[in-house]
């Protein structure tokens, strides 16, 4: 099992791209060959990748005994697959649907199909949409920030300090900060101004509705 510590980064890239071919063959195969049990096939695949990037996580965890930035891009990789990457999936199913039934000259969507693509273009839909997604991303973004600061403090008073003098951030290193290592800082700051981007974003369809 060592090469599988040495190299899983590269096992990691290698199973990411071999899990987004999956799903594109996915589609071709079924709308444009229309070969229905090839196609489930790269389904099934998709879900053993997936599988096998979660192990390989838990591997690495269990030889380290160490938060590492493989373990938590592996996680969030694992975790979006399981969540929003269902909804995305559906988005591009249609989208190659769209794409080859038109080449074909046949209709492949359906018209629930098209109810759906009405409703994602309706800007109060967008809106909604986006602001349950922000809050579900302020509720992760804070677990797993408490679970880093935990890490990196040793008492509540110490945190509280923290919240009040953000000076650690303008020094931009791991000591002195709430952060138990350079790694997990580097995360938790870079996913901050992410989750700031986001944020603003998401609700920006609510602030500022398309006419």
């Known amino acids: 099992m060592e090469p599988a510590l040495q190299y899983h ?6 199973a990411e791209v071999l899990s987004i071919a999956s799903l594109l063959l996915f589609c071709v195969f079924r709308y444009f060959f229309n ?10 695949l998709f879900l053993a990748l997936l599988a096998a990037e979660a192990l390989l996580g838990l ?4 030889e380290t005994s160490e938060i590492s930035s493989f373990l938590i891009i592996v996680t969030v990789f694992v975790i979006y697959a399981c969540t929003f990457g269902i909804a995305d999936f559906k988005k591009l199913d249609r989208w190659m649907r769209r794409k080859i039934g038109t080449f074909r000259g046949v209709e492949l969507l359906t018209e629930k199909d098209y109810e759906i693509i009405r409703r994602d273009m309706d800007p109060k839909y967008k809106a909604k949409k986006y602001r349950i ?4 991303h302020l509720a992760v973004f804070l ?13 509540l008073a110490e945190v509280k300090w ?3 003098d953000f000076s650690w951030v303008e020094r931009g290193e791991a000591e002195g900060s709430p952060y138990p290592n350079e ?17 603003l974003y998401s ?8 006419k």
């Open 9 to 14: 980064w590269e096992i990691f890239i290698v």
């Open 35 to 44: 070969k229905q049990r090839l196609s489930r096939g790269f389904i099934a």
């Open 59 to 62: 591997f690495v965890y269990q």
């Open 203 to 210: 609700w920006s369809y609510t602030l500022f509705p398309s």
């Open 143 to 155: 677990v797993a920030q408490a679970i880093f600061w935990s890490l990196g403090t040793d008492s």
């Open 183 to 199: 790694t997990i800082f580097s995360i938790g700051v870079i996913w901050g101004l992410v989750f700031i981007i986001d944020f």
């Open 133 to 136: 997604s922000s809050l579900i």
């Open 162 to 164: 923290y919240l009040t």
